[in-house]
């Protein structure tokens, strides 16, 4: 059974960084894409990036110059870092796996930008 | 970036209707699309994928259809359980991108 959990703080301050982390079980994260996606309160969904083990990374153009992802294989864990947030990226930020589609998910976690 | 639409963006309907989806890509995706299903305060969950794929221990009520950019998320008969935001998601190339959504409520 595949299990995603995404962890970090919920609250981030105006200009500051935003991390999370999605731990993975039941799976060995050397293999598909893993995904970031959030959705603002009563919105929509948007794809925020994705790595691949190799080290390769897509991001969205519309948040690239902020997005950082990483990984790190030894605690089957990936990362996320979105600096210089505003209230506009106070969300539910979700980890997902995907081989073509996002087959798994995180139950997700909200963060929520404010000083 | 490919454009997801879909419509309705919301629609009512009984329990035992027959319901249809329909999402349009800006350009030609193939096959490379997925539906979702989610529920308030829930991850979203696959349902679909590779257009017309049922995803394991999904129910057979659910059906999908089309390539290129026209696609039709079927629910034969709706269920109560089936109350939810319907979402369509191309990963045909990067950016990917999602559908706004359909709300199923009930009538």
């Known amino acids: 059974q595949v299990q995603l959990q995404e962890s970090g703080p919920g609250l981030v301050k105006p200009s500051e960084t935003l991390s999370l982390t999605c731990t993975v079980s039941?799976?060995?994260?050397?293999?598909?894409?893993w995904s970031w996606i959030r959705q603002p309160a009563g919105k929509g969904l948007e794809w925020i990036g994705r790595?691949?083990?190799?080290?390769?990374?897509n991001y969205n153009p519309s948040l690239k110059s902020r997005v950082t992802m990483s990984v790190d294989t030894s605690k089957n864990q990936f990362s996320l870092k979105l600096s210089s947030v505003t209230a506009a990226d106070t969300a539910v930020y979700y980890c997902?796996?995907?081989?073509?589609?996002?087959?798994?998910w995180g139950q997700g976690t909200l963060v929520t930008v404010s000083s | 970036d490919i454009q997801m639409t879909q419509s309705p963006s919301s629609l009512s309907a009984s329990v035992g209707d027959r319901v249809t989806i329909t999402c349009r890509a800006s350009?030609?995706?193939?096959?490379?699309l997925h539906w979702y299903q989610q529920k308030p305060g829930k991850a979203p969950k696959l349902l679909i994928y590779?257009?017309?794929s049922l995803q394991s221990g999904v129910p057979s009520r659910f059906s999908g259809s089309g390539s290129g950019t026209d696609f039709t998320l079927t629910i034969s008969s709706l269920q109560p359980e089936d109350f939810a935001t319907y979402y369509c998601?191309?990963?045909?190339?990067?950016?990917?991108?999602f559908g706004p959504g359909t709300k199923v409520d009930i009538k």
């Open positions: 997902a796996r995907q081989p073509g589609s996002f087959d798994y």
């Open positions: 039941g799976d060995s994260i050397s293999s598909y894409y």
């Open positions: 790595l691949y083990t190799s080290g390769s990374t």
């Open positions: 350009q030609s995706i193939s096959s490379y």
């Open positions: 590779a257009a017309s």
């Open positions: 998601q191309q990963s045909y190339s990067t950016p990917l991108t």
